[in-house]
């Protein structure tokens, strides 16, 4: 287990930005793959996108290509997520979890670990 806290979160008005951190209580921290997830109000957790255990480009949900990007700092512990362009669909709360799964790791079930979450709420 990884003890994951987010941090970031706020109002913001759309078209607005904010990044989003998650940092992690491990020593092993670059063996993990690590991803955000979202939660709108009655809907489903859902994927935003995920990042291999030495960074690089990461990957994403088709539909938030190119407004977000989420990068790691594996001397920090810590992953972020640059949300760009933010529309109103995309509040929120915001989670960050780790999987010591092989990439791609895109379902909910095959992270082990989650942070609290962090609220994003985006005015129109």
């Known amino acids: 287990q990884v003890q994951l806290v987010e941090s970031g979160g706020g109002l913001v008005q759309a078209g607005g930005s904010l990044r989003l951190s998650c940092a992690a209580s491990?020593?092993?921290?670059?063996?993990?793959?690590m991803g955000w997830f979202r939660q709108a109000p009655g809907k489903e957790r859902e994927f935003v996108a995920g990042i291999g255990r030495s960074g690089g480009s990461g990957y994403y949900a088709d539909s938030l290509k190119g407004r977000f990007t989420i990068s790691r700092d594996n001397t920090r512990n810590t992953i972020y997520l640059q949300m760009n362009t933010l529309a109103p669909e995309d509040t929120a709360v915001y989670y960050c979890a780790a999987s010591s799964r092989a990439l791609p790791v895109v379902r909910s079930r095959d992270f082990g670990s989650w942070g609290q979450g962090t609220q994003v709420t985006v005015s129109s």
């Open positions: 491990t020593r092993t921290f670059s063996s993990y793959i």
